[in-house]
Nanobody, 124 residues
């Protein structure tokens, strides 16, 4: 069984920064592709960023490229999302997800395990 727990969300002013963390319980975390997704009120959940198991390859949605950075620490079974230059349109519930059987992917159906989400609110 794999469990994901996000933390680090909160309220921040536009232009500020937050770092989200996702702790993963699972013996084979280091082999998973990990991703971050978000869902804003009234909108569908969307891809934000993903990272390969070794951390050498990352991929970002255009809307966050250059502002967000995904990283992972396999020794700590944790994946991070550093969010800088936040905008009000970044307001959403952020989810981390694990894809045990896929390469780097933006598709939600490739991610078998999901966290409960953490709220990020950016005020203008």
């Amino acid at each position: 069984q794999v469990q994901l727990v996000e933390s680090g969300g909160g309220l921040v002013q536009a232009g500020g920064s937050l770092r989200l963390s996702c702790a993963v319980a699972g013996r084979t975390f280091s082999t998973y592709v990990m991703g971050w997704f978000r869902q804003a009120p009234g909108k569908e959940r969307e891809f934000v960023a993903a990272i390969t198991w070794g951390g050498g390859i990352t991929y970002y949605a255009d809307s966050v490229k250059g502002r967000f950075t995904i990283s992972r620490d396999n020794a700590k079974n944790t994946v991070y999302l550093q969010m800088n230059s936040l905008k009000p349109e970044d307001t959403a519930v952020y989810y981390c997800a694990a894809a045990p059987n896929a390469g780097l992917t933006v598709y939600q159906y490739d991610y078998n395990y999901w966290g409960q989400g953490t709220q990020v609110t950016v005020s203008s």
